[in-house]
């Protein structure tokens, strides 16, 4: 089994996720999402290294899966996003974790089986695929779903036959 680590990263909101799998069956270990402070965009970069290097102290994953930023009709909230996303990938590598990147489609496609589903449908499908009994926040939702992602396509013998090749 391999501990994985999703993150669905945003500059107001940035939603982890912990499962174990074996690219078969995943169990759930732990989520919950990082509310940023206000008071500038480096703080909230700095909020989220150190958040998320003390959420992969604690649970030791041995791979993190993000979110790719999706073009958006608004530049600046796309930087902001990759902003982020660069924060929560740098401590990823620091921690020296195998760092993996998903499309928001795929994401989808992977959990829900529509590459255009709501946050809703993904909400539904991670509480049945992974056996939760709690309500959970729409942006640690997300990011079990960027885990599972990986968990069904990063994991696969395929996959790893793929990467290898184009090494």
């Known amino acids: 089994m391999v ?5 669905d990263p ?23 999402y990082l509310k940023l402070p206000a008071d500038g965009l480096a703080n909230k970069l700095g909020e989220i290294f150190s958040r998320l290097s003390s959420v ?7 791979h993190m899966a993000i979110e790719q930023v999706f073009l ?15 924060a929560a990938m740098t401590a990823g590598v620091h921690a020296n ?16 089986g529509y590459g255009a589903a709501s946050k809703e449908q993904i909400q539904h499908m ?10 959970l926040h729409e942006d640690e939702a997300d990011a ?3 885990a599972l992602c ?13 990467i290898k090749a184009s090494q």
């Open 3 to 7: 501990r994985i680590l999703g993150i």
């Open 10 to 32: 945003g500059s107001v909101k940035t939603g982890y996720g912990i499962i174990e799998s074996n690219g078969q069956q995943s169990r759930y270990v732990d989520s919950g």
């Open 56 to 62: 992969i102290d604690e649970h030791q994953p041995g």
């Open 72 to 86: 958006s009709k608004n530049a600046a909230s796309a930087l902001k996003l990759g902003h982020a996303r660069g």
């Open 97 to 112: 974790l195998e760092i993996y990147e998903y499309s928001a489609k795929s994401v989808k496609r992977s959990t829900v």
């Open 126 to 135: 991670i509480l049945r695929l992974l056996n939760i009994r709690k309500v």
């Open 144 to 146: 079990l779903a960027v």
């Open 150 to 162: 990986h968990a069904h396509t990063g994991l696969s013998p395929q996959y790893q036959k793929n």
